[in-house]
């Protein structure tokens, strides 16, 4: 019987959860970045071999929410714990063992699903610790970003899967839309472009999306929260938006494999991250269950 089901990427933000998953499913779905705090919704990625099927969800960091934004954020990282088959705890191996997930996530009380400890960045932590680790079934090392450990994590991932036909065409890597990770690849150039505070004010929303043109024509808003925040992503002469456009294209071009004319706009939406009903128009969802 075959196995499948859902495995929930959780853990502190930086610690590599996105990389994790582009790594399992072989494409970049969820976007990466230096910047703490970079991935706000969960992202899914189908990973399907011949007798597993993996359904990993990549979820915000673990945090302390400042504001509604990090509060939806929390909110969706907490709902993805309850959906888990099983949950890949990932932790900064370079930091030392983590604490227990119950206290990171501030739990009130343990995860119904196996909870499975797995510590990054490996390839910065010396070979005999390593060693004393892996003694403990319970803990895996392992580098996302080499690939180092990824096999072995997969195949403790697959044990403790239910029997369970596939969920999902196996020739599916995502149940998310294009206009999703097409959004997400605006905001990631957004975030390796611009520096300080403008990128978390960043949203971009795709509000056109021409199937059957040649190029695809996209129209995406890159909404701020401040006159003097949209000022600088449109640049001198509009120098810094194409630039954006430029290098997004380019990746929306590989993501898709066709040909692209990105139109970028720049709207300014007053203080959207503390504002429930601006949280809402962009997808957000807050912890009582009601729209953003």
Known sequence: MPRAGIITVVGKPNVGKSTLLN???????????????????????????????????????????????????????????????????????????????????????????????????????????????????????????????????????AQKLPESPFLYPEDDISTQPVRFFVAEMVRETVLE????????AVAVQIEEFREGSSPLYIRAVIYVERDSQKAIIIGS???????????????????????????LWVKVLANWRKNPGSLSRFGYQLATGKSK
């Open 23 to 157: 790594r399992i499913v072989g494409q970049k779905l969820s976007i990466t970045s230096p910047k703490p705090q970079s991935t706000r919704d969960r992202v899914v990625g189908i990973y399907s071999a011949d007798d597993s099927q993996m359904v990993i969800l990549d979820t915000p960091g673990l945090l302390n929410p400042g504001y509604l934004l990090q509060e939806a954020m929390r909110s969706t990282a907490l709902r993805a714990l309850e959906e888990a088959d099983v949950i890949v705890y990932l932790a900064d191996a370079t930091e030392g063992n983590p604490p227990p997930l119950v206290e990171a996530a501030q739990l009130t009380s343990p995860p119904r699903a196996p909870v499975l400890t797995v510590l990054n960045k490996s390839d910065a932590v010396p070979a005999h610790r390593r060693a004393e680790a892996n003694v403990a079934s319970d803990v895996v090392y392992v580098s996302a970003l080499t690939g180092d450990g990824i096999p072995e994590l997969m195949a403790h991932i």
């Open 193 to 200: 472009q611009l520096h300080d505070e403008v990128p978390y």
């Open 237 to 263: 002469k509009g120098a810094q938006i194409k630039s954006i456009g430029e290098v997004a294209r380019k990746k929306i071009e590989l993501f898709i494999g066709s040909k692209v004319y990105l139109d």
